[in-house]
């Protein structure tokens, strides 16, 4: 983990029942872009340490929804999900594409419901 200078201390539970403190100048979450449509592999929601990739497989909706969503206030900024996604959909929020910046907001519209 990295760790970077003096920020907002922010404790999240990882999903072992340990809590990680993630020190952060600024918000970076992970964004899941335009190549998960219709793909929706969810390698990434195996590895997310705090599961904020949803819908999962055994969530209602999983079926009805064109893609997963990467919930931006609880994204830790670890990067795992980014390696292991096999359609390469998934990047910082920083380096989006501009041809799929609306899917910054589009990831944070869902959890908005």
Known sequence: MRVEPAGTRDLRPLRRGTVVECVKEEAVTYVINEPCI???DT???EVC???CIHPTK???GFEA???LY???DEC???GACESVCPVNAITSDAEVPEKWRSFIQKN???YKK
Request: net charge negative; proline share 8%.
């Open 49 to 51: 340490p705090v599961d």
């Open 76 to 78: 830790i900024d670890c």
């Open 65 to 67: 929804a064109e893609q």
């Open 70 to 72: 990467i919930n931006p």
């Open 38 to 40: 219709g793909v929706k």
């Open 108 to 110: 944070a519209d869902y």
């Open 43 to 45: 390698s990434c929601v």
């Open 58 to 60: 055994e969530e209602e």
